[in-house]
């Protein structure tokens, strides 16, 4: 099956600091990505939507600002937490679609950031 | 977006034993997927079930769907000790976005 990597795993930081994280998809066309966070023990939540080329619509209630989506080719996306705080550590996943692939989605292995 | 409801929480069986999982949802899907989840990882795509289909199969799992009750299951038959994951079910509405359930945490015993 598809592969989509997602770099880093982990990711220890300052309060402060900005944090990118990677999603690249690895053979094929991602036309669209997704951003989920998931608190432990808990499900997925939807935070965005980036299509390749275009701003990224994010979820009621995610601030823009906060998380930054780049979607600059059609196979990397980039979330990055700016000025993290403690209540940003979590684990952060990715998915891919691809034009024939919309419906079912490849998930990168998540990040887990933990900010002191 | 809607979420699936997923019951039970939690699930303990002994290896060899099925292991049953539920997922009830509120509105119209496109489809409905189940996903596992090894602790800390991303996320495995089991099987996809159209809303117009109402079983599936792949190996060991059976999905059903059952659009008027607005519910799926997933079985895993003939557990094993490498099974042991959360399970999620995930909607997928024609808005394309997919939409994941509280999960099911199954633990296998040797």
């Known amino acids: 099956g598809a592969v989509v990597s997602q770099h880093p795993s982990r990711v220890i930081c300052k309060s402060g600091t900005s944090v990118k994280i990677e999603c690249r998809s690895l053979?094929?066309?991602?036309?669209?990505m997704f951003w989920y966070r998931q608190f432990p023990k808990q499900s997925l939540m939807l935070m965005a939507t980036?299509?390749?080329?275009?701003?990224?619509?994010?979820e009621q209630g995610v601030e823009k600002d906060k998380f930054l989506i780049n979607h600059a080719s059609l196979t990397l996306s980039t979330l990055t937490v700016t000025s993290a705080h403690p209540e940003d550590s979590s684990f952060y996943i990715c998915?891919?679609?691809?034009?024939?692939?919309?419906?079912?989605?490849?998930f990168g292995s998540g990040t887990q950031l933990s900010v002191l | 977006s809607q979420q699936g409801e997923e019951d039970p929480q939690a699930l303990s069986i002994q290896e060899g034993e099925n292991a049953t999982m539920n997922c009830s949802y509120k509105?119209?899907?496109?489809?409905l997927q189940w996903y596992r989840q090894n602790s800390g990882r991303g996320l495995v795509h089991l099987i996809l079930?159209?809303?117009?289909?109402r079983e599936k199969h792949s190996g060991r799992l059976r999905v059903t769907l059952d659009t008027s009750k607005k519910s799926s299951s997933l079985l895993i038959t003939a557990s094993r000790a490498a099974d042991t994951a959360s399970y999620f079910c995930?909607?997928?509405?024609?808005?394309?976005?997919?939409?994941f359930g509280a999960g099911t945490t199954v633990t296998v015993r040797a």
């Open positions: 980036s299509n390749e080329g275009s701003k990224a619509t994010y």
């Open positions: 079930i159209r809303s117009n289909e």
């Open positions: 998915s891919a679609g691809g034009v024939r692939t919309i419906e079912k989605l490849f």
């Open positions: 995930a909607l997928f509405s024609n808005d394309y976005k997919l939409s």
């Open positions: 053979d094929f066309q991602a036309t669209t």
């Open positions: 509105t119209s899907i496109n489809n």
